[in-house]
């Protein structure tokens, strides 16, 4: 089997004298949706932010694509095509759904390529064209959230970090939100998805992790984990 594009093993991160992750190891291969799922606190968004190099891992190794990333700055990071949608969709309030973009694109230089995935974004989020020239502060929070990961892409990631993409949005648009991950992955955009909304989640992953305060407790092909009976009980509400 070949290498994988995001490897983790004993990581260690957290927050001042508190350590929230745990001699994590976790992987992702080219192709993969990988989901994570767990409990409020459990350290989801800590282990996407240990590995975009927000939250400066204390110990073990993140390697990706060949690069340790231990060694590199979260700009840098980024340049090597591993793009981070973050919890709370965080996109530029006062901006205009375009310029937006732009950011998402801020290391790229061919105003070609740009122009193409500037295309691409409105084709996969028609209403973000519609609204192109207002203010992001402005859009609902489903489009904000479309917005945030049409930015994560414009650095054409191998690998996509999405923090809980449904939070908060009516059923009708995370299901096309979710579509949009599916055809991503289909175009061999990597995935490694935070859900709350675990069932989603592991139904469109080909594998999955639970994460229980820090740690790593199931790893298994997301199909078995959605008939796990402590799955069920615990994240699936049976
Ligand atoms: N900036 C911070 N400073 C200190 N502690 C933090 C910080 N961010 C998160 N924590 C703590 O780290 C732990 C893990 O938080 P994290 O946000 O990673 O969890 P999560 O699994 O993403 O939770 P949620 O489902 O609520 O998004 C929690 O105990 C949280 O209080
Ligand atoms: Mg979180």
Redesign the pocket.
């Known amino acids: 089997m070949s290498a994988p594009l995001l490897s983790i093993r004993g990581l260690r991160a957290?927050?001042?004298p508190?350590d929230?992750?745990h001699d994590m190891d976790l992987t992702v291969h080219s192709g993969e949706i990988v989901a994570m799922i767990?409990?409020?606190?459990?350290?989801?968004?800590?282990?996407?932010?240990a590995i975009s190099g927000v939250?400066r891992p204390r110990a073990g190794e993140v390697r990706f694509d060949g690069h340790d990333l231990r060694a590199l700055p979260a700009h840098q990071i980024v340049c090597l095509g591993l793009a981070h949608s973050p919890?709370g969709r965080k996109i530029f309030p006062r901006l205009t759904v375009l310029e937006n973009l732009q950011m998402g694109a801020f290391s790229r230089t061919n105003p070609q390529e740009i122009a193409a995935d500037l295309e691409s974004a409105f084709t996969m989020f028609p209403i973000l064209r519609e609204r192109m020239h207002q203010a992001g502060g402005l859009l609902s929070g489903g489009q904000q959230q479309m917005l945030a990961i049409a930015r994560a892409l414009m650095i054409r990631p191998k690998l996509l970090l999405l923090?809980?993409p449904s939070?908060g949005l009516a059923p009708q648009i995370v299901s096309q939100i979710f579509n949009v991950i599916r055809d991503l992955n289909q175009k061999g955009v990597s995935v490694l998805l935070?859900e709350?909304n675990a069932r989603m989640a592991l139904k469109i992953a080909h594998r999955g992790y639970v994460?229980e305060?820090?740690r790593i407790t199931l790893a298994d092909k997301a199909e078995t984990l959605l008939h796990d009976p402590r799955v069920r009980a615990a994240y699936l509400g049976e």
């Open positions: 957290g927050y001042g508190i929230v992750l767990g409990a409020n606190g459990a350290g989801k968004s800590t282990t996407l932010m939250v919890e923090d809980e939070l935070v709350q994460l305060t820090g």
